[in-house]
């Protein structure tokens, strides 16, 4: 199978000694095995429509790269302030240059001992295959799209309900107030998210489709897993009880007339 972007960071991160591969976030991050991160792969990081790697470099690194080639290179989100470069991977900076900044990043955080067996710098060729649309974001998935299509439905016909992105995915509000948002990570699972109150999600967590979400969780939101199948009047009742929880006083009296 001809090999795609990110085919070619897995070659690549992982052609160092002792590098590894884990999930944060659901983002695919590279270390040294039980130390510290030297790679990110970044593909539409909150709707920044990048697809790009994020590097641990050494000091003044960043400036020097960004401000010389600011078509290839960026200062990322949360990690930039800590000297990390954004390496656009789609705008035509060679690989033999992706693999040798690579190196430098985990020659800045390897030990002395790793570094000494790495040996000449991976030659690899440009990918061929393009990513798909729904591959750099999940949420242009056919499956995702039927999903939004029936929420804008639900969510929509609510009084004084409004849609507008946040950091790249769907939320819909009750006024000024978000009471449901859709979300897809880059292993394309489809999550909605609801307020339940903290009491109950124990409830609903014990079901294997529900999970905490990240950022939120600790205010009571609930994530159900869409992946594959939606039940939903489940979706209704939680979309609903959500709402009443957001929805001003002249809001519910409108809904209960309708």
Known sequence: MPRNISDAVREVCLSFPEAEEF??????NFRVRD???????????????R??????????AQASYVKNEPKHFFVPPY??????VGVNLD???????????????????????????IGKTIT?????????????????????????????????AL????EVLQFGAPVWKAGKKTFASAYAFYKPKIHLS?????????FFTADKRFEIPAYMGHNGWIALDVTKKVNWSEVRALTLDSYRHFAGKKMLAALDAQ
């Open 194 to 202: 609801f307020w339940v109150g903290v009491e109950r999600q124990t």
């Open 51 to 60: 697809i790009a790697l994020w590097l641990s470099m050494p000091s003044g």
């Open 91 to 117: 705008k035509g900076i060679s690989w033999r240059r992706v693999a040798e900044l690579t190196r430098e990043a985990y020659e800045h955080i390897a030990p002395a001992r790793l570094k000494e067996k």
């Open 23 to 28: 999930l944060s976030h659901q983002t695919p």
């Open 124 to 156: 690899i060729k440009t990918p061929v295959a393009k990513l798909k649309p729904e591959e750099i974001d999940p949420l242009l998935s056919k499956q995702a799209q039927s999903v939004l299509k029936e929420m804008r439905k639900i969510c929509l």
């Open 79 to 84: 990690v930039g302030p800590s000297g990390w």
């Open 159 to 162: 009084p004084e309900t409004s």
């Open 35 to 49: 130390g510290k991160t030297f790679a990110t792969y970044s593909l539409n990081h909150h709707g920044d429509g």
